[in-house]
C-alpha cells in the first residue's frame, strides 16, 4: 500500500512541479529555448536548424548560461555572462549595456556592433534576434523558439 500511495504522490508531485512551473515561466526568460530561424547576412541568407538559450532569471540578475545557433556551416556557441538588473536597465562589470521588462529584453555593445533582442511572445514563444552590423557588413540571427525546460 505505501509503495503505491508513494508513487501516486510522485506522480501528483510531478504534475505540480510541472504545472506551476510552467505557469512561473509565462513571465520569465528562466529556461531551456530551442527553435529554428533564419541567418540574413550581406552576401548570402540561410536556415537556421537550431537556435538555444539557456537563461536564468532572478529578481537581481539575468544570464545567459549558454546560447548559439546552427545555420548551415555558420555556427557558433557563446559562453555564460551575467548581467546585473537594476531599475530596468541592465549592467555588465558596472556598465550600462541594456534594459529590460517582463517581456522584453536588449542588449547592446557598441562596440562590439553587437545587439541582441529578446522577446517573450503572447503565444508563449521567445522571439531572438541577434544583429551584428558593422555598417560595412552584417548578419542578422532571428527564431521563434520553444520552452523546453528550466
Not at 6 to 30: D, M
Amino acid at each position: 500500500m505505501f509503495l503505491k500511495k508513494s508513487k501516486f504522490y510522485l506522480i501528483v508531485l510531478t504534475f505540480s512541479a510541472f504545472f506551476f512551473g510552467a505557469l512561473a515561466n509565462a513571465q520569465s526568460f528562466s529556461g531551456a529555448w530551442v527553435g529554428e530561424g533564419e541567418a540574413l547576412g550581406h552576401l548570402q541568407d540561410r536556415d537556421c536548424s537550431e537556435i538555444f538559450f539557456i537563461l536564468n532569471e532572478t529578481a537581481d540578475e539575468f544570464e545567459i548560461v549558454t546560447a548559439g545557433y546552427i545555420c548551415g556551416m555558420l555556427q557558433a556557441e557563446y559562453p555564460s555572462s551575467s548581467f546585473q538588473k537594476k531599475d530596468g536597465d541592465l549592467y555588465y562589470r558596472g556598465r550600462k549595456v541594456g534594459f529590460y521588462s517582463s517581456s522584453h529584453l536588449a542588449l547592446e555593445v557598441p562596440e562590439e556592433y553587437y545587439r541582441l533582442d529578446l522577446k517573450l511572445l503572447e503565444s508563449g514563444q521567445l522571439r531572438s534576434t541577434e544583429r551584428w552590423d558593422d555598417g560595412q557588413s552584417y548578419l542578422q540571427v532571428v527564431g521563434d523558439l520553444e520552452f523546453v525546460a528550466f
